[in-house]
């Protein structure tokens, strides 16, 4: 169609900036977990949105940080891969510190695939005044060339439409990729696996989420419309595995509840939530844990 614009744009940033809640609140719905705790994603995960003005197909991607293992290497590898395969990025930053190491080697990255590139400030109802934001975008043009700036609040839902305008603005005329009614190529039981590690993420302390994978075991619909969905916690410790069963299983049965509301959502229907616990110590570690919780390189 005549003035269609369609394209790739990939979220980068350091962990925990809001990728995923910026990807959330543009689509107009849940798509990637999020929780405030950094490295929250681990895989690409792909959201469409559309419009009468064409098609955004993200890629959001884990936060680029240093690698400490193998689960680490594979989440580093993913999110610089797709840097280079998108038409367009979105690189999030934050208010707070003036860039540093980290930034450096983001925009050192972003140099090197010599992708257009929009800077979007996210968070911005925690700056103090508006030369605290002149400050912070003076300091990311000197380290990269920007195409466009645009300041935002990804949880507040602040200048959305104005983001949506600036990424169809620099995205080339194209077809739509994805049909219209498309939001994600992810596989429902990779959704689900997700929403049961959110909760985790909500309501366990420390580092235990880090160490956790989800793995569903079983997953289908009675025709009657009940889902029934069995699932995999995996953790690396028995005494990790204590604190997610809790006294008398109440940790479990919590994470239990808080995902199958999340799930009863996403399937429109009723759902009968087992969940068990299994330790596979230093799973993070091992290829074949990894390739078998779903942490394997594949072509964006």
Same mark, same amino acid.
């Given at each position: 169609?005549e003035?269609?614009?369609s394209g790739?744009?990939g979220l980068a940033?350091?962990?925990?900036v809001g990728?995923?809640?910026?990807?959330?609140?543009?689509?107009?719905?849940?798509?990637?977990?999020?929780s405030?705790r950094?490295q929250?994603?681990r895989?690409?995960i792909?959201?469409?949105?559309d419009d009468?003005?064409?098609?955004i197909?993200f890629h959001?991607?884990?936060?680029i940080?240093?690698?400490?293992n193998?689960?680490?290497?594979?989440?580093?590898?993913?999110?610089?891969?797709a840097?280079?395969?998108?038409?367009?990025?979105?690189?999030?930053v934050?208010?707070?510190?003036?860039?540093?190491?980290?930034?450096?080697y983001i925009?050192?990255?972003l140099?090197e695939?010599?992708k257009?590139?929009?800077?979007v400030?996210?968070?911005?109802d925690i700056?103090k005044?508006e030369?605290?934001?002149?400050?912070?975008?003076?300091a990311?043009?000197? @380290?990269?060339e920007?195409?466009?700036? #645009?300041?935002?609040?990804?949880?507040? $839902? *602040?200048? +959305?439409e104005?983001?949506?305008?600036a990424?169809?603005?620099n995205?080339?005329?194209?077809?739509?990729?994805?049909?219209?009614?498309t939001?994600?190529?992810?596989?429902?039981r990779?959704?689900?696996?997700e929403?049961?590690r959110?909760?985790t993420?909500y309501?366990?302390?420390?580092?235990?989420?880090h160490g956790?994978a989800?793995l569903?075991e079983?997953?289908?619909?009675?025709?009657?419309? @009940?889902?029934?969905?069995?699932?995999? #916690?995996?953790c690396?410790?028995?005494? $990790? *595995?204590? +604190?997610i069963?809790?006294?008398?299983?109440s940790m479990?049965?919590r994470?239990?509840?808080?995902?199958?509301i999340?799930?009863?959502k996403?399937?429109?229907?009723?759902?009968?939530?087992q969940?068990?616990?299994?330790?596979?110590?230093?799973?993070?570690?091992?290829?074949l844990y990894?390739?078998e919780?779903?942490?394997?390189?594949?072509p964006l």
């Amino acid at each position: 169609m005549e003035g269609i614009r369609s394209g790739f744009v990939g979220l980068a940033g350091r962990p925990n900036v809001g990728k995923s809640t910026l990807m959330n609140a543009v689509i107009g719905q849940k798509i990637a977990i999020t929780s405030k705790r950094p490295q929250t994603t681990r895989k690409r995960i792909m959201g469409v949105y559309d419009d009468e003005r064409g098609q955004i197909i993200f890629h959001d991607t884990p936060g680029i940080h240093k690698a400490r293992n193998r689960l680490s290497e594979f989440m580093e590898h993913v999110a610089e891969k797709a840097l280079g395969d998108v038409d367009l990025v979105l690189w999030l930053v934050e208010p707070g510190e003036l860039p540093g190491e980290a930034e450096e080697y983001i925009a050192g990255l972003l140099r090197e695939c010599k992708k257009k590139t929009i800077l979007v400030v996210n968070k911005i109802d925690i700056l103090k005044n508006e030369e605290e934001l002149t400050q912070l975008t003076e300091a990311y043009r000197n @380290l990269l060339e920007l195409t466009e700036l #645009i300041p935002i609040s990804a949880y507040k $839902h *602040k200048n +959305i439409e104005e983001l949506k305008s600036a990424i169809f603005r620099n995205l080339p005329p194209g077809p739509r990729y994805y049909d219209e009614d498309t939001v994600t190529d992810m596989p429902l039981r990779d959704i689900a696996a997700e929403l049961i590690r959110e909760q985790t993420l909500y309501k366990l302390d420390q580092e235990v989420p880090h160490g956790i994978a989800v793995l569903i075991e079983e997953m289908r619909q009675r025709k009657n419309g @009940l889902w029934d969905v069995k699932a995999s #916690i995996i953790c690396e410790r028995e005494a $990790h *595995k204590g +604190i997610i069963i809790g006294r008398g299983g109440s940790m479990l049965k919590r994470i239990g509840s808080g995902a199958r509301i999340q799930m009863e959502k996403l399937l429109e229907g009723r759902v009968n939530l087992q969940l068990f616990v299994k330790v596979r110590k230093d799973w993070r570690e091992n290829p074949l844990y990894l390739r078998e919780y779903g942490y394997r390189e594949e072509p964006l």
